[in-house]
């Protein structure tokens, strides 16, 4: 009688090859972008702070640190199977819900007029917000991956679950009030759904509900006085210069200072005398402008634009719906927010309050982003696995 002998575990060191063999796998071009943001970052955050944060480099130290943390977080994530992505994306969404609710407790405390921050002390502080982004984006994959029988499109019920758990989410965000962020929280909605591939009398329904929704907001007084004003300060900027269009002005200012080659790291004299309120997060852009000029500006735009490049064509190779929805809708989110924060410091669009990916000076924000990174290899690595 033959025995049946048990099929031994892979060892210590075929798990170790396996694991540098995922390394190996990864999109280069993706990381080398981010990458080269993140060092011009942390040289435009120390010039923008380096006068003013305690120690000097105090703010620096400190950005470089949640540099390091969120690329741990990235490589975590890539390094997680990528079917477990899957299964543990309703606990990432609930857990990005009680973070959302906890802001609104005792713990929750309000910065540059959002009660959007939870204290943890040292000089730290997290913003679920940011992660919402994230348990929104594996959600929505989630709930759409599945289509309906003979179809490539996800189920109608699919879809309305998908608005209902998104609404609920920018409604939490929306409280706090971050204008800013509820609009992100929208656009990857927008794009989850319509990469999942909905009829067009959906995608029409869909937009003439945002339009609706944005009215309602304006016309029953939901967006604070300080929000209001920087709309009025987009439409007309040169009207009050000293006042809700001085960032506007300023920002222009000093971008346009920079002329083509810039006026040289630390040689700023805007970012120098702090003229432009923010310049190390929300007006970052601004530094890059002046200090680095327009080359240097679109050095930072070629960037970003790498990574959205290397995500769409994630997205597209990837042979799982799952995959696809989860890189698209983080495309979709990383255009958006870019886009939006340079285009505030360029006058093209409203002032939101919204860091620029990779770039600004930010904990929470940055390992979301990386995260993001981290979903996009994890992605990249395993495409071809379904």
């Not at 170790?16 to 011009?40: C, E, K, N, P, Y």
């Not at 309703?90 to 405390?109: A, D």
């Not at 990916?357 to 924000?365: L, Q």
Request: charged fraction near 10%.
């Amino acid at each position: 009688m033959s025995s049946v002998k048990a099929v031994p575990s892979r060892s210590f060191a075929g798990r170790t090859m396996a694991g540098f063999s995922a390394v190996g796998r990864m999109d280069g071009l993706l990381l080398v972008a981010v990458a080269a943001l993140a060092v011009i970052g942390t040289m435009l955050v120390w010039s923008s702070t380096r006068t003013w944060a305690p120690g000097a480099t105090g703010l620096v130290k400190k950005h470089i640190l949640n540099l390091v943390i969120g690329a741990v977080l990235a490589g975590t994530t890539t390094m997680v199977d990528y079917r477990a992505l899957r299964i543990c994306a309703p606990l990432v969404y609930v857990v990005s819900l009680v973070g959302l609710f906890l802001v609104i407790t005792p713990l929750g405390s309000t910065v540059n007029g959002a009660h959007s921050w939870i204290m943890l002390g040292g000089g730290f502080a997290f913003q679920p917000s940011e992660f919402a982004k994230v348990g929104l984006v594996m959600m929505l994959a989630m709930l759409l991956a599945k289509p309906a029988t003979g179809t490539d499109r996800p189920r109608g019920m699919d879809v309305w679950i998908a608005l209902v758990i998104s609404a609920f989410t920018m409604g939490l965000v929306m409280f706090q009030p971050d204008f800013g962020t509820t609009m992100v929280l929208g656009v990857i909605t927008a794009g989850s759904i319509v990469i999942a591939g909905i009829r067009k009398r959906w995608i029409g329904g869909l937009a003439l509900s945002a339009v609706g929704a944005a009215a309602a907001v304006w016309f029953l007084d939901v967006l604070e006085p300080y929000q209001i004003a920087r709309f009025t300060a987009f439409l007309n900027p040169a009207s009050d210069p000293r006042g809700v269009g001085y960032n506007s002005t300023q920002s222009l200012i000093a971008i346009g200072s920079g002329e083509l080659f810039g006026k040289g790291l630390f040689d700023g004299g805007q970012t120098t005398g702090r003229f432009v309120p923010e310049q190390h997060t929300d007006f970052i852009f601004t530094v890059a402008g002046e200090e680095f000029g327009f080359l240097g500006s679109v050095t930072v735009v070629a960037l970003l634009g790498v990574i959205l490049v290397r995500g769409v064509r994630i997205a597209q190779e990837c042979g799982d719906r799952f995959g696809t929805l989860v890189a698209g809708a983080i495309v979709c989110w990383l255009a958006f927010q870019s886009f939006i924060n340079i285009g505030m410091t360029v006058g093209i669009m409203p002032i939101t309050g919204l860091p620029l990916p990779f770039v600004s000076y930010g904990g929470t924000a940055t390992f979301a982003n990386m995260i993001a990174v981290g979903l996009l290899q994890a992605i990249h690595i395993r495409k071809h696995q379904f």
